[in-house]
């Protein structure tokens, strides 16, 4: 089992910046995958950044040019950049961690995610 563990949540001001970690832990084995995913009040939960174990990175458009996610090290951990903050960016944040098996003729996918850390825009 993955568990992973987030931190660095906070009420910042527009415009403001907030940097975001999470340590993944546990029966790791090879994470293919992590990323990022928030929740604001009324709304699904969506896709903010996710990188893969070869380093390829995807952003939602809402926050390209803005965030940056990047991995530890050790690639079990994964880090987010978040600049120029808008209110809208507010939601908890969950880290997420993608895992792919292969056993004959079956390919496996797992997804781990974090408890959510609160991220607060606002004046």
């Known amino acids: 089992q993955v568990q992973l563990v987030e931190s660095g949540g906070d009420l910042v001001q527009p415009g403001g910046s907030l940097r975001l970690s999470c340590a993944a832990s546990?029966?790791?084995?090879?994470?293919?995958?992590m990323g990022w995913y928030r929740q604001a009040p009324g709304k699904q939960r969506e896709l903010v950044a996710t990188?893969?174990?070869?380093?390829?990175?995807n952003y939602a458009d809402s926050v390209k040019g803005r965030f940056t996610i990047s991995r530890g090290g050790a690639k079990n951990t994964v880090y987010l950049q978040m600049n120029s903050l808008k209110p809208e960016d507010t939601a908890v944040y969950y880290c997420n961690a993608h895992r792919i098996t292969m056993e004959p003729n079956k390919r496996n996918d797992y997804d781990y995610w974090g408890q959510g850390t609160q991220v607060t825009v606002s004046s």
């Open positions: 990188i893969t174990s070869d380093g390829r990175t």
């Open positions: 546990g029966t790791i084995f090879s994470l293919d995958a």
